[in-house]
């Protein structure tokens, strides 16, 4: 008589992670609803820039803007996360099986990651496509990839925590939103000062950029941390 | 249930902070209106922009415009230094919360919260006056002043969040998760607006330095607001728990008949 | 008034009004949280006395059956 080994956090996270992606990838249901979503909210930047003068100026808030379309992108996606498992029950299920619940939360947060990151993969190069005729981005634009990373990876973090939060609340959607705007405003804050830095070039790329970025992390380290911590007790309420 | 709070010993109201409050209270109002006294017809005015001569006022001469807007700040300062510590005492109950699950310390929690919020009204009240009259702005981007917006809109969407569940537990737990959530958010918050050299928003510096009388007298303006946020939160508390009292007996009513 | 004396007493005038709005906005901010716990306490207690007057009477009530039943039923209320 041998006990079944019981398996490694590793090994649960990857299937975990696995099963999210694959009912995704199936679907596309929220890939499509995002990235349909990210297009609407470009349409609308070329509506309220319409009357804007070519030039140099239109960079200084062009990352701006562009954070504006990721926050408003992925509050839909963290929206949705988890109502799907709240509607067939999957949840329940999930939390019956002897999982540490840090497992759930890491998986979870990858995959919103991945949503995400694939969702701005698309999204921002249409967006300069659409505004290419305003402004060029400066030679050092292709860093700007950094804060990207940092700011998704921070967003996934703490926006999976919130959205476990809010799935079970009165206008889920709104409370959604009323919680991560302001939780998130510090990630936002770096994010949008590195990007911008990256985008406008020159002495102000030299001054900001490393700053920004290295806070963006930090809050990176703290929230994801924090989060990790709080998941146990939000899941087991 | 019994020996558990024996192990835990539970805030309740009628134990001892109850009997130092009115005491409190009535320092509070003591210092703060000394405080207040103080601040107008004590501390030493503050001098600003340079005028075209000099004139002897009361011994001394001076050739700058006086700044009695200045005033504002011996109010100003010990309220947000009140707001914080409310809410280091919101999270450090909520913390005690989620150890504990006794929903007694998730009422200390959502009381702690309600000074925070009062007092962080009261910042916003007093630094957009101060800004109004001195940059002739009603609102800028300064690290302190962002700061301050995202800790109010925290709290706010965290009573809002506290209506929004039904079930008293799980409020709880959530409630509890964002106060923490929210301690540490706004240091961080303040750091990030406060280190990231902008040439976009201009930071605006004040001349610093206090003088020993200026020291003084906020000293007992923050000793005067500490002691009336104190007894604010205990008569909250105390009246938190009376309705709570009503409403389980109206339970056991209700079960008996 | 000599006009040096004008120009350093310049900017008093104009504060007052944010001076005192803020000291009366914060004394005002106070005193509307000191009435709303006054009116819950109020509220919460006479809802107390009331609901003490309720289970007063159900008690005699029932001391008052329980005095007519006999000893085994006793024993039966006093296990519910």
Redesign the interface.
């Known amino acids: 008589m041998e006990t079944p080994k019981r398996p490694s956090s590793f090994a649960q996270y990857k299937t975990l992670l696995a099963k999210d992606l694959r009912q995704e990838f199936r679907t596309r249901e929220m890939l499509v609803s995002m990235g349909v979503y990210a297009l609407l909210v470009i349409v609308v930047f070329g509506v309220a820039l319409s009357f804007a003068r070519p030039g140099e100026e239109f960079l200084?808030v062009s990352a701006g803007l562009l954070w504006a379309l990721i926050v408003f992108t992925s509050l839909l996606g963290l929206n949705r996360s988890f109502s799907h498992e709240i509607e067939e029950g999957c949840l329940e299920g999930l939390l019956l099986a002897p999982l540490d619940h840090g497992v759930v939360f890491l998986s979870k947060a990858t995959s919103n990651m991945v949503f995400l990151l694939i969702v701005e993969a698309i999204a921002i190069p249409l967006y300069w496509l659409f505004f290419s005729s305003l402004a060029h981005p400066a030679e050092t634009g292709w860093l700007m990839v950094a804060p990207i990373l940092v700011g998704s990876v921070g967003i996934a973090g703490?926006g999976t925590?919130l959205s476990t939060?809010?799935v079970?609340?009165?206008?889920k959607d709104v409370?959604l939103a009323?919680?991560f705007?302001?939780?998130v405003?510090?990630?936002l804050?770096?994010c949008v000062?590195a990007t911008?830095a990256a985008i406008v070039g020159g002495?102000?790329m030299a001054?900001?950029f490393m700053?920004?970025l290295a806070?963006a992390a930090?809050?990176d380290v703290?929230?994801i941390l924090?989060?990790w911590v709080?998941y146990d007790?939000?899941v087991?309420? | 249930m019994k020996e558990k709070a024996r192990e835990v010993k539970l805030p309740e109201s009628g134990q001892w902070p109850d009997r130092i409050a009115p005491v409190v209270l009535g320092a509070g109002i003591v210092l703060s209106t000394l405080g207040f006294l103080l601040a107008f017809l004590w501390v030493g005015p503050v001098y600003g922009a340079s005028v075209d001569g000099v004139e002897l006022i009361g011994g001394s001469m001076v050739s700058q415009m006086l700044l009695i807007s200045q005033k504002i700040f011996y109010f100003h300062m010990p309220v947000a230094i009140v707001s914080f510590i409310a809410l280091a005492f919101a999270a450090y109950y909520a913390i005690r919360f989620l150890m504990t699950k006794e929903q007694r310390f998730d009422s200390c929690s959502q009381v702690a919260m309600e000074v925070a919020l009062l007092f962080v009204i009261c910042t916003m009240i007093t630094g957009e006056m101060w800004t109004r009259f001195e940059w002739g702005v009603w609102w800028t981007w300064e690290p302190r002043l962002t700061t301050y917006l995202i800790l109010m809109l925290i709290v706010i969407a965290y009573f809002i969040l506290r209506n929004a569940v039904d079930e008293p537990e799980r409020s709880a737990t959530y409630s509890a998760v964002i106060s923490i959530i929210a301690l540490i958010d706004v240091p961080i918050c303040f750091m990030v607006t406060r280190l990231i050299p902008s040439s976009i928003h201009p930071v605006v510096l004040r001349e610093g330095g206090m003088t020993a009388d200026m020291g003084i007298c906020l000293a007992v303006c923050l000793l005067g607001l500490l002691c009336v946020g104190f007894a604010l939160y205990r008569a909250r508390f105390n009246q938190l728990r009376l309705s709570q009292r009503v409403e389980a007996m109206k339970q056991t009513l209700e079960e008996q008949q | 008034m000599n006009p040096i004396l004008e120009q350093i007493y310049s900017t008093v005038i104009p504060s007052a009004p944010y001076v005192i709005a803020a000291y009366a906005l914060i004394w005002v901010a106070l005193l509307v949280y000191l009435l709303f716990i006054m009116r819950g306490t109020k509220k919460a207690q006479a809802q107390m006395t009331l609901l003490e007057e309720e289970l007063a009477a159900q008690e005699a009530k029932r001391s008052a059956e329980a005095s007519l039943s006999t000893s085994a039923a006793l024993g039966e209320d006093k296990v519910s």
């Open positions: 200084e703490i925590l939060i809010t079970n609340t009165r206008g409370m009323l919680l705007v302001p939780i405003f510090p990630l804050y770096a000062s911008t002495d102000l001054e900001s700053v920004s806070l930090g809050y703290i929230m924090a989060s709080l007790f939000v087991g309420a």
